[in-house]
């Protein structure tokens, strides 16, 4: 409309002002500030995967073999088997950008407070249990597993089923167990919650017998008995766990085959991607040693792949325990013995 006006002779000022616009918007639509487009996209960077090298891992992914498994598992089997595609990110990338990465419940954090603070620096120093239940063939049915960890490989050293939940089975499945791993004095912590089993009595005066140390966690604290807990999500949470057993032979088949799985196939994110059974019985050097040629022909054959450099293969953590971040600092105390500082 003032296009209008100004070319019937009106002049610019009278036209924006009875129609209510600014003369610095009219002069502004005569001139505009971005007569072209600009290219403001980044180059795209030497590392870039192709297209070709992207479908290849989304087949990976997407196979029969590993379509259950996360990419934390994946490169370091594929790895052991002398191939490399990515790296542990890109696969979670490429997971990301086909909308295939979610998480399948929320996270609850809780409150720190004292708890009891253990450290192993090798395999059988630590111990950790806990009692679960499996549904079985009806409703209120259930069988119980007892499962016995090692904390330092998370190798479990033992496991039992039974009809019950009470004292005596525990007192039973810690004996057997400790029998079976440990040979000669024993110098081995177990650390479990605070369920009758556990606190019993008999339970108490077992471990006395056996000259072993006995550890509780705090009240209604999952936090302090975290190596069980999260193991029995990684049971119940397995792409095979069925809904329910049928009977106790077949559950007792089933967790044989998957407690051997999880020893000598899992690749354990707590220990640096290696099984809990190269960890327990002191191979780890030999796997670390093989991945590492792996990757080192890899970065040989397309450093460009890598922008930090070369790779490196990582061994299992020195240290595990519970509650490490409250462990107490040494404390050098000074004293004045006749005029001499010590």
Same mark, same amino acid.
């Given at each position: ?17 009875? $129609?209510?616009?600014?003369?610095? *918007?009219?002069?502004?639509?005569? /001139?505009?500030?971005? %007569?072209? #487009? ?14 070709? =090298? ?10 029969? =073999? ?11 089997? $594929?790895?052991? +088997? ?12 490429? *997971? ?9 419940? *929320? ?57 019950? #939940? ?9 004996? #057997?167990?400790?029998? +079976? ?6 110098? $081995? ?46 049971? /119940? ?27 000598? =196939? ?15 019985? %002191?191979?780890? =050097? ?8 792996? +990757? ?27 509650? *490490?971040? +409250? ?16």
């Amino acid at each position: 409309m003032v296009r209008v006006l100004v070319e019937e002779g009106c002049k610019v000022k009278w036209a924006c002002s009875d $129609l209510v616009i600014s003369r610095s *918007l009219w002069y502004r639509s005569l /001139k505009p500030r971005f %007569g072209k #487009e600009i290219n403001v996209s980044p180059p795209s960077p030497a590392n870039k995967l192709d297209q070709e =090298e992207r479908k290849a891992i989304l087949d990976v992914l997407h196979s029969e =073999e590993y379509m259950d498994l996360t990419p934390r598992e994946i490169v370091p089997k $594929l790895a052991d +088997m002398g191939t490399y595609l990515a790296s542990i990110r890109t696969f979670y990338r490429i *997971l990301v950008e086909n909308e295939e990465l979610h998480e399948r419940r *929320l996270q609850r954090s809780c409150v720190k407070l004292s708890a009891p603070v253990l450290e192993a620096r090798g395999p059988n120093e630590v111990w950790t249990w806990d009692i679960t239940r499996v549904k079985g063939p009806w409703k209120g049915k259930f069988f119980y597993l007892y499962v016995m960890i090692d904390i330092f490989s998370r190798f479990v050293v033992g496991w039992m089923l039974a009809e019950r #939940e009470n004292a005596i089975r525990a007192q039973n499945f810690i004996r #057997e167990t400790v029998r +079976m791993q440990i040979k000669g004095s024993p110098s $081995l912590t177990i650390h479990n919650d605070r369920g009758s089993p556990m606190k019993a009595a008999g339970t108490r005066g077992l471990m006395e017998l056996l000259g072993l140390e006995h550890s509780f966690s705090r009240p209604r604290t999952s936090n302090d008995n975290p190596f069980s807990e999260s193991h029995y999500k990684t049971i /119940k949470y397995h792409h095979a766990y069925p809904s329910y057993f049928e009977s106790m032979e077949a559950c007792i088949e089933y967790f044989d085959k998957w407690f051997t799985w999880y020893n000598y =196939e899992h690749r354990h994110t707590g220990i640096n991607l290696h099984t809990p059974a190269s960890v327990y019985h %002191g191979s780890v =050097e030999e796997v670390v040693k093989h991945r590492q040629e792996v +990757m080192d022909r890899a970065f040989e054959n397309n450093p460009k792949r890598f922008s930090k450099g070369r790779p490196m293969v990582k061994s299992n953590p020195p240290i595990v325990g519970i509650n *490490l971040h +409250m462990k107490a600092h040494d404390v050098r105390i000074m004293k004045v013995e006749n005029g001499v500082i010590t």
